[in-house]
């Protein structure tokens, strides 16, 4: 009844959200009185592998076939799925993204496993197994039993609060067999953005929407996320107008994020916006309208021209350092 | 090319979210339904694809009889048809089940999701449905261009985009740009009234019982901090919200 962790990585090491993944796993594990096995899959090295102890995990394995380098959602799924009958899991955990929902869902058809997402909360089980998700976007929570024999919980940022600790984790060699029709589709170009913080896993986010007036006068915007270490987001009109890429645009219809803090910059906080923020520890706005909806939803509210602001915050975090 | 679009009957984005029945119950009062924004992307699209290819598009429902109105709206912007499958959606498995049922009966070249639904946002109803079917699934998909029985995609990965291919047939989420929203004409209104709408009932049962609802916490009341003295904010973050 051991519960398996499928930690994604970023340039060979674990992922943040996968390493509070883990963490999750093993607060399972505790309740159960079992023990949490990670599965990584593709580059990496046993010494950015064995970091997982740190989060609880007694043990990694490791699928590094490089077949396996480029992600692919079917093959990574028969991996997973291999996995879980190797260690004879009961809970398969993950970190809601968007290669952790495909390999999920699928990894939740081949077992006939019980499937949740959003998953805001450890489980409960006084009775059976409950987890509390989220739900209608942030909006409301359910409490949802998974009534199969094996479970798969796909968690939100944020879970958990994370301890590390100092164990390590030994890691071996996991060769599951491959198959040439999980290969099927093919990746023919990638355009991805280095350098930059991955807008789904920051704890810190500086948006800012039309109120900017236009994409010229995003410097003062990524002067500030640069001086906090934030990653930049963008309202929908402002990504619909070419202003920013499609992948910053956050709310009902863009990225969902939930981090520490959440500064928005000249957005009005219509309720699709607020539908992808609103559960953010932190919500800081700053808008020249004092009617804004935005500072209802707001934790602390600035009224003033961004143009004015924004830099002025730049230079106070420079000045705080 | 026979396309199946899978659409979601879910409160509109601006509905206020209550529940009843000591919590147990979704308060359907007053509450406008829609089809999930992100359905409608795959619709159109799919709309766009018979025009260019020929081929048929039909829309699928897993829903109750509420569902309806909005099955016919997906009628009149252009599906050919449509199936509901007669059954409250309880559960994602459930729900892909259903769907997996109704697509091996035809051989369907696409299956047209939304990348997620509105209301319960798992996003794994088309990675269900393809494991299930056997076949690839892609999501968020932002761009489909179909060439000879290849299936050309740009698809959103976390801080960019991938372009990817694969042979039909794929079951894909779709977002946005991968059309424009289309809105139903007069004409388009009038012949949804009498194509063909099946209600089949469900087969095989769930794998998650949903027991209970809440609303978060309200929010506490926002600080104001003069623009004169907007540096201070960056204090209160540090000492007392602890955030940076
Ligand atoms: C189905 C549907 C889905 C949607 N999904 C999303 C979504 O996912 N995400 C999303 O963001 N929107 C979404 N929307 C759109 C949403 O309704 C709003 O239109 C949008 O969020 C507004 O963006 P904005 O706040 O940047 O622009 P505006 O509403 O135009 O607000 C600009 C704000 O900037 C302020 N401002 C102007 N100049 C300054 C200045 N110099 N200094 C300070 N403040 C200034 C103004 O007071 C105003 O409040 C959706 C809509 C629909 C119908
Ligand atoms: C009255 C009522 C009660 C409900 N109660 C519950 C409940 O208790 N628990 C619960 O999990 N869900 C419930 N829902 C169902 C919910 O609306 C979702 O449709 C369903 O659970 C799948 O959610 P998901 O987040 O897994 O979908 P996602 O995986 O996010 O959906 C991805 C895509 O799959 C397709 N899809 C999803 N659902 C359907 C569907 N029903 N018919 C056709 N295509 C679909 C759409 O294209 C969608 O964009 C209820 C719905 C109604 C109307």
Redesign the pocket.
């Known amino acids: 009844m051991s519960v398996l962790v499928f930690a994604e990585l970023d340039n060979g090491l674990i992922k943040k959200s996968s390493l509070e993944a883990i963490y999750y796993g093993s607060e399972v594990a505790k309740a159960k009185g079992s023990s949490v096995t990670v599965l990584a899959i593709g580059e990496s090295s046993n010494e950015a592998l064995a970091i997982a102890g740190k989060y609880g995990a007694t043990k990694v394995l490791w699928a590094s076939d490089a077949r396996l380098n480029i992600a692919s959602i079917q093959a990574y799924s028969s991996v997973l799925a291999e996995a879980v009958n190797a260690t004879s899991a009961e809970f398969v955990i993950l970190s809601k993204s968007s290669l952790g929902d495909a390999v999920s869902a699928r990894v939740s058809a081949k077992l006939k496993a019980s499937i949740v997402s959003n998953v805001v909360d450890l489980p409960d089980f006084s009775s059976g197994v409950t987890v509390k998700r989220s739900i209608y976007t942030g909006k409301a929570f359910a409490t949802v039993a998974l009534t199969s024999d094996k479970k798969v919980i796909a968690i939100k940022k944020n879970a958990v609060n994370v301890v590390e600790g100092d164990g390590s984790a030994s890691v071996e060699n996991f060769a599951p067999a491959l198959n040439d029709a999980d290969f099927a589709v093919k990746v023919t170009g990638t355009h991805k953005a280095s350098g930059q913080v991955s807008l789904p896993e920051a704890d810190l986010v500086v948006s800012a929407g039309r109120g900017l007036k236009g994409p010229e006068n995003w410097g003062i915007v990524e002067d500030l996320a640069n001086a906090l270490g934030a990653a930049t987001a963008c309202s929908k009109p402002v990504s619909d107008l070419d202003w920013r890429p499609h992948h910053e645009h956050v709310g009902q219809t863009g990225i969902k994020v939930s981090p520490n803090l959440y500064i928005a910059c000249g957005i009005s906080g219509a309720i699709q916006h607020l539908a992808g923020v609103n559960s953010s520890k932190v919500i800081v706005v700053i808008n020249k309208d004092p009617e804004a909806p935005f500072f209802k939803a707001a934790d602390y509210g600035i009224i003033g021209d961004v143009f004015d602001v924004l830099p002025r915050l730049t230079k106070a975090i420079q000045a705080s350092k | 090319m026979k396309i199946l679009v899978?659409?979601?009957?879910?409160p509109d984005t601006t509905a206020k979210i209550s529940f009843i029945d000591g919590d147990t119950k979704?308060n359907k009062t007053g509450v406008q339904y829609i089809c999930?924004p992100?359905?409608d992307y795959?619709l159109s699209r799919a709309v766009e694809l018979k025009e260019q290819h020929g081929g048929t598009v039909t829309v699928?429902?897993?829903?109750e009889a509420e569902s309806e109105q909005v099955i016919r709206k997906c009628l009149a912007i252009g599906a050919d048809d449509a199936i509901r499958v007669n059954t409250?959606?309880?559960?994602?498995y459930f729900?892909a089940e259903q769907?997996a049922h109704i697509a091996s009966q035809e051989n369907y070249d696409l299956i047209l999701?939304?990348?997620?639904?509105i209301?319960?946002?798992?996003?794994?109803?088309?990675g269900l449905v393809g494991e299930m079917l056997g076949i690839p699934s892609l999501s968020p998909v932002m761009k489909l261009e179909i060439d000879g029985g290849v299936a050309k995609m740009t698809r959103e990965i976390e801080g960019g985009k991938e372009d990817v291919e694969a042979s039909l047939p794929l079951v894909l989420?779709c977002q946005e740009p991968i059309a424009e929203w289309k809105i139903p004409n007069m004409r388009g209104i009038m012949s949804a009234r009498t194509k063909p709408l099946k209600v089949v009932e469900p087969v095989g049962s769930g794998l998650t019982i949903?027991e209970k609802y809440a609303l978060p916490a309200p929010k506490g009341a926002v600080k104001m901090i003069p623009a004169e003295e907007a540096e201070k904010l960056i204090d209160l973050l540090k000492n007392e919200a602890k955030v940076l």
């Open positions: 899978c659409i979601t009957n879910v979704f999930g992100y359905d795959a699928l429902n897993v829903g409250e959606p309880t559960d994602s729900v769907i999701m939304g990348r997620e639904s209301d319960f946002n798992s996003g794994v109803v088309h989420g949903t």
